[in-house]
């Protein structure tokens, strides 16, 4: 088979506190509508702050019989319904002899934590006997792609991977390689990220979260938006999308990856410079080809002034001038999640001419001096996005996506 394959993406699914399906979410998302609000599935009384990017409106049962939704983690019911709507956008019918064909890569950053909460209480309360088996069996972080393979029978290619919060980027570009070397012709590659009280009083702690509202690259910002979410999108080659003969939103040009390999939590200007230029470079196309980025763009004071400098680097003069938008200041940072439903954001801003804001913006920042499209959508065409996505310990992942033609 040959070596160098053109990849498209022909499906998309998406579960997000801001829409369920992309067809919500992306209205939503061009209208600037905010999934934030007060988290309900746990008490946060005991925190400094008490509100996240919780969905509310998504019921298992929706995309799964009970007696599965009952004996899987939020986690993995996130990832099948996202997988289901993402199966049904790419008009995949799921035949005996389609199921070995198709593979699965998921991102995540903190697994199934509702569970591992869950064996914590009754451990620690009343002794391993009163531990749930259930929870116990999605205890370990391969359960995600294992559930999602065994519901819909995915015989092929069967990965997580957990490189935090750019793991959505990793599992595309990862999808990316498989395909374009003829290996498989369809992947499936996201993230699933569920809100835990795991999370949120991790990034509590590390005094990373805003009380309100996410203001990336404003000046007076204070610190990003907890999340959860689901995405999944159908990677496929050219040939095998023009032979199913089925829509194509974005084709993936390349991606590029970097390890800052310095400190953990804090973002690198070298790093993140450097996985853009791998990935423009990786991609074949110019510097000045590239119509839009989807900044990581978490609200942090660190990581909006870092990024907007590492942009500086790698554009030059044109960076202030090239739109630079955050779509977390609506979902608040779903985390493993996060980049994949920003690659979402791409393709449907190549396919609609339409670029989402940043929300919430309000103080020009002189050292985030770039365009954020700030509060309200712009009409643009877009012909080249670059997804930027940047993790504890430094992994970086930036993947660009062009229109096809």
């Known amino acids: ?25 992306w209205k939503n998302l061009i209208a600037g509508k905010s999934g934030i609000g007060e988290v309900e599935r746990f008490g946060t009384s005991e925190f400094p702050t008490h509100r996240a990017g919780e969905i509310k409106n998504f019921t298992a049962e929706d995309f799964m019989p009970k007696t599965i939704s009952k004996a899987i983690g939020r986690g993995s019911q996130l990832a099948i319904a996202a997988t289901k709507l993402a199966l049904e956008d790419g008009d995949i019918n799921l ?57 819909f029978g995915l015989t092929n290619y069967n990965f997580v991977i957990p490189t935090a919060c750019a793991a959505g980027n990793y599992s595309i570009g990862l999808a990316f390689d498989l395909i374009r070397t003829g290996r498989i012709d369809m992947m499936l590659a996201g993230g699933t990220d569920p809100l835990s009280k795991l999370a949120f009083m991790g990034f509590s702690r590390l005094f ?44 993936v040009l390349g ?40 900044a990581h763009g978490t609200g942090t004071g660190l990581n909006d002034k870092t990024e907007t400098a590492a942009i500086k680097d790698v554009f030059g003069d044109r960076a202030k001038n090239l ?9 608040g940072h779903t985390m493993g999640t996060a980049s994949a439903l920003e690659a979402i954001a791409c393709c449907l801003a190549m396919r609609d001419s339409v670029i989402p804001p940043t929300i919430n913006y309000e103080t020009p920042d002189p050292e985030c001096d770039i365009d954020c499209v700030p509060n309200k959508a712009r009409k643009k065409d877009v012909k080249i996005a670059l997804n930027n ?8 992942a930036c993947v660009v996506f062009g229109r096809y033609s």
């Open 1 to 25: 088979m040959p070596a160098n394959r053109r990849v498209v993406i022909t499906g998309i699914g998406v579960v997000t506190s801001i829409g369920i399906g992309k067809d919500d979410f």
């Open 95 to 151: 035949k005996k002899d389609e199921r070995g064909s198709i593979g699965i890569i998921i991102g995540t950053t903190m697994g199934e934590a509702p569970s591992i909460e869950m064996i914590d209480k009754f451990w620690t309360r009343t002794g391993e006997d009163d531990v749930y088996p259930s929870n116990v069996r999605n205890f370990p972080v391969n359960n995600l792609s294992d559930n999602v393979a065994f519901f």
């Open 208 to 251: 990373a979260m805003a009380p309100e509202k996410g203001q990336p690259f404003d000046k007076n910002r204070r610190g990003m938006m907890l999340g959860e979410g689901g995405a999944m999108l159908l990677v496929e080659s050219l040939e095998s999308a023009k032979r199913r003969g089925v829509k194509v939103y974005a084709e």
């Open 255 to 294: 991606y590029g990856l970097s390890c800052d390999a310095s400190n953990m939590t804090i973002p690198s200007e070298k790093g993140v410079a450097k996985v853009m230029e791998k990935a423009i470079k990786n991609s074949g196309i110019r510097k000045e080809d590239v119509d839009y980025i989807s």
């Open 323 to 331: 739109p630079v938008s955050s779509i977390k200041s609506m979902l």
């Open 389 to 396: 996505s940047y993790a504890f310990g430094g992994n970086n």
